[in-house]
């Protein structure tokens, strides 16, 4: 096994933010009258691009015709006021990417808009660590889908089965095998459960990622 590259998932990953996000959602539904549960939300949330979420939105709730821009904006802050008073950072997957980025290229593929990527680093200060970040916007199909990482691979310059993925989702984690990349599922307590089975393996805090095993140098 050669692992060149790595890439990190961020919600759920990198920053406790989902079940925030499951929040704002909800949030956003309820404020329109309309009937929804926390477990709803949930589900529409976890595991989603933001543009799957939109979609099944629409889908679930044709009444909310706004745009696309406008939901993303009424929703982001529903989040921010939620995480004004928190600290949503897992720092242990923090201090391994940054580990990580000392010897090798590390990057974040992730499900959520370019710009709650960009902000999203500011928060934790990897700017430097980062050769790239991919949204949304940036590959045409969300996960489970392997584009967005695949793309991230031709970004690299390396092959797929040299790169390994931190996810925490289902879909993440199918997404990455369906790559041909080597996946690391981090599953935290107290968050609803995910069928990760796919993985290489699961771990409850990336802290006993045993870089050893994969041939890696820290």
């Not at 660590?129 to 991230?152: M, V």
Request: aromatic share 8%; hydrophobic share 40%.
């Amino acid at each position: 096994m050669m692992i060149n590259a790595f890439i990190f998932d961020l919600d759920g990953t990198l920053l406790d933010s989902e079940i925030l996000w499951c929040k704002a959602m909800e949030q956003l539904i309820a404020k329109r009258n309309l009937p929804v549960t926390s477990s709803y939300a949930c589900e529409l949330v976890f595991g989603r691009s933001w543009g799957d979420v939109l979609a099944r939105l629409r889908q679930d709730y044709p009444s909310i015709k706004e745009s696309a821009l406008s939901i993303e904006q009424e929703s982001q802050s529903y989040y921010d006021l939620l995480h004004a008073s928190m600290d949503i950072r897992i720092h242990s997957s923090i201090d391994l990417l940054k580990r990580l980025a000392r010897r090798y290229p590390v990057a974040i593929v992730s499900g959520s808009t370019r710009r709650q990527i960009a902000d999203a680093i500011e928060l934790m200060e990897i700017r430097a660590e980062l050769q790239f970040y991919l949204g949304n916007e940036d590959y045409p199909r969300g996960k489970p889908d392997p584009s967005g990482f695949l793309l991230a691979s031709r970004h690299f310059g390396i092959e797929p089965e040299h790169c390994l993925v931190f996810e925490d989702s289902s879909a993440g984690v199918r997404a990455a095998k369906a790559a041909n990349m080597h996946c690391v599922a981090l599953c935290r307590k107290g968050l609803p459960s995910q069928d990760v089975s796919m993985a290489d393996e699961a771990l409850a805090d990336l802290v006993d990622f045993d870089a050893i095993s994969y041939g890696v140098d820290l």
